[in-house]
């Protein structure tokens, strides 16, 4: 009996409601069963079901998407649709500037200023060397980078040049060394831009871009000396492969410094100084100033950084390695 009278009362429970009907809207009523009131054309969209925004043929469990990218194809080079290889390239690889391997750290910081805007849209391009980036070559051949300047001369690289006082501090002592730097973080490039017109230099060229891209298009042995000043730590363990100091950057770093070309790396982290000491040597470089003693003294034409002025402010204590590319 009782599991009678309980069974009455679900089926009681479950019977049809009454039509609702709203003190404000009466023509409004309607019952559960009643199809939903037609929306307008122009919210059809926002209020769709997946199975009116993608073709009848989709799955009832889910959304049709679209096919993912094919990771060995880089992501610059891949069809706008890789079901039709006809279709034209993506236009604009500053979206993807990477290509598929794997960056860290910042792009993009505050918003720029509007003179910070102007530099960038003004006097980045002309300083760009041609060849470098994906657009310009993306089969990515050999670029001879004498063409950049006016005549031949000595060629040096900055690797992550920050705010760009190091780098126009040079470019100013050194008038016939063609310099070029490499930034992915556009707030520092826009800096650097705004420094140069001050400065009024014109022997550097600027790669807004990962350094990599330059070491793929760089013939052999063309540089006379690098930089690595302050790059960002990555003071956790698990992310000491992301350093520059590893086989990744320093082989193809290598290949494209001249025997006997200089290497200086700044940095104000102890273990940074471990990994390079270690690293490097077997990339093909001798250390100049192997002694810890040897290590806190800046270089002669060495101009301090922001970031080393930070260092010091926060107590930590810069370091000046050297390093010499050794004969093939």
């Not at 880089?74 to 006809?86: I, V």
Request: charged share 25%; glycine share 6%; with cysteine.
């Amino acid at each position: 009996m009782v599991r009678g009278r309980r069974q009455a009362r679900n089926r009681d429970n479950h019977k049809a409601a009454p039509p609702l009907e709203s003190a404000h809207a009466p023509h409004l009523a309607m019952t559960p069963r009643d199809p939903a009131p037609a929306l307008p054309p122009d919210s059809r969209a926002a209020h769709s079901t997946p199975s009116e925004r993608w073709p009848s043929a989709a799955p009832p469990l889910g959304e049709v998407l679209p096919p993912p990218l094919d990771p060995a194809v880089p992501r610059s080079h891949t069809p706008a649709d890789q079901n039709n290889p006809g279709a034209p390239m993506r236009q604009s690889p500053e979206k993807h500037p990477f290509r598929g391997r794997n960056f860290y750290g910042r792009l993009k910081g505050k918003t720029l200023r509007p003179m910070q805007q102007e530099y960038l849209d003004q006097d980045l391009k002309p300083l760009a060397p041609a060849g470098v980036s994906f657009t310009d070559n993306p089969q990515r051949t050999r670029v001879d980078p004498a063409a950049w300047f006016a005549d031949p001369r000595p060629l040096w690289l900055e690797v992550g040049f920050g705010g760009g006082e190091h780098l126009v501090h040079q470019a100013t002592l050194n008038p016939g060394v063609g310099i070029i730097g490499c930034e992915p973080y556009i707030n520092g490039v826009a800096m650097l831009l705004g420094k140069i017109r001050d400065a009024g230099v014109e022997n550097l060229r600027i790669h807004a871009g990962d350094v990599r891209d330059l070491f793929e298009v760089l013939p052999d042995a063309c540089l006379t000396r690098a930089f690595l000043l302050y790059p960002d730590p990555w003071p956790k363990k698990r992310h000491h492969r992301r350093r520059f100091v590893t086989p990744e950057h320093l082989v193809p770093l290598a290949r494209v410094l001249a025997p006997g070309a200089q290497l200086r790396v700044a940095t104000d982290i102890p273990d940074y100084v471990r990994q390079t000491m270690k690293e490097v040597p077997p990339a093909g470089f001798t250390c100049l100033n192997p002694a810890r003693v040897d290590w806190y003294a800046p270089w002669p034409d060495w101009i301090s950084t922001r970031y080393e002025q930070k260092a010091l402010r926060e107590g930590r204590t810069p370091h000046y390695l050297t390093f010499e590319r050794n004969a093939a």
